[in-house]
């Protein structure tokens, strides 16, 4: 029996070693994330809902009529002190607007 003629293309393909499979990476996303678009604004509807109830607004602690006493006193001895005009009236507010009452 003849030997088979070989061919280099045929050589090539007996001794071609297949190469490991390369391992896969993950793509990275590319994508830049935008945020959504808020919706417009809408006109008011009119309903005939009944209105909310307000709550009643948070209070502020009072100052006691000592507290308030004592700052007035002391704003007369300030002005008093620097000869500035003024009187017992405009004293006690003066305590009254600063104790926040």
Do not use: F
């Amino acid at each position: 029996m003849p030997a088979k003629k070989t061919t280099k293309k045929a050589a090539a393909k007996k001794v071609a070693v297949k190469a490991p499979a390369a391992k896969k990476v993950p793509a990275k996303n590319t994508q830049v994330k935008v945020p959504p678009k808020k919706a417009a604004a809408k006109p008011a509807a009119k309903t005939s809902a009944k209105k909310a109830i307000a709550k009643p607004a948070a209070r502020k602690a009072v100052p006691s009529l000592d507290a308030v006493a004592k700052a007035a006193y002391l704003n007369y001895r300030s002005r008093m002190e620097r000869g500035l005009p003024g009187d017992h009236d405009s004293d006690w507010l003066e305590a009254e607007r600063s104790l926040g009452k």
